[in-house]
Each structure stands twice: as C-alpha cells, then as structure tokens.
C-alpha cells in the first residue's frame, strides 16, 4: 500500500485507485477481527529511510502523504461499517 501512494495512487472506484482502496479496506477489516484499533499504524516504522540517503528515500519523501492517505480511507471506511 505504502508503495501504491508513493506512486501517487490514491483510493478510488477505477482501476488501480480501486485496488488500492480494497487493500485498505481488507486491512483494516482484518485488523479489526484481530483486534487492533486501526490497521494504519500512526507511528509507522522507518524502514526504508536509513538516514544517509540510501534505502527507499522516496518512501521517507512521502511519509506524510502516505499516512494521510491511508488513514481518510480507513476512516472512510470506519464510517461505511
């Protein structure tokens, strides 16, 4: 998912936004039989962002971007259920 935001996919009812809206929406829906209280984390981990430029800088580039998105989809959804 992080990846399909960094791209600049955003959740829609077309093609990959719509893919990406069902990987939001399964997540979320698994986290909750699980019991977890959101499937987004809001700390999410650093992986990819080593600090000296290498790994996956373009994930550390959209950090905020992605986790807003990911977080109005499953509030979205949050509201549809």
Known sequence: ???????????????????LRRLIRRAAQHGLRIGMECAVPRRPRR??????GGGLPELAE????????????????????
């Not at 998912?1 to 893919?19: A, D, K």
């Not at 992986?47 to 000296?52: A, K, V």
């Open 1 to 19: 998912m992080t990846f399909l935001v960094s791209e600049g996919i955003t959740p829609s009812n077309e093609g990959r936004g719509y893919v």
């Open 47 to 52: 992986r990819g962002d080593r600090g000296d």
């Open 62 to 81: 959209h950090r905020r971007e992605i986790r807003q998105v990911l977080t109005a989809e499953e509030e979205r959804f949050g509201e549809t259920l």
